[in-house]
């Protein structure tokens, strides 16, 4: 599975700025060679990290439910992260 990237949006645990995915900022990591560091974009630290908002439009909730859709060429490249209240309505008991 390959999720696009373009839709993926995530909130900088520093500033709390919410940043979609190709905005962040990205860079060689200075201390090994084969890994990678990311950056927001509004306040240039990447220390705190960044938490995966739901995948439904105009949520910003974390996401915290997932699942596969069954479809690998859907825009979420076959698996949905959401948060709790947008989770598959078959997952809901």
Known sequence: MTRI???RKWRCKNCGELVPEPNLLRAPNPF??????TGCPFCKQCEEGFDLLCDENMCVSPATCGWPTG????LYGGYRNTCGMHRESSNVE
């Open 5 to 7: 990237v373009e839709f």
């Open 32 to 37: 090994d060679p084969d890994a990678w560091v």
């Open 71 to 74: 479809n690998n060429d859907d």
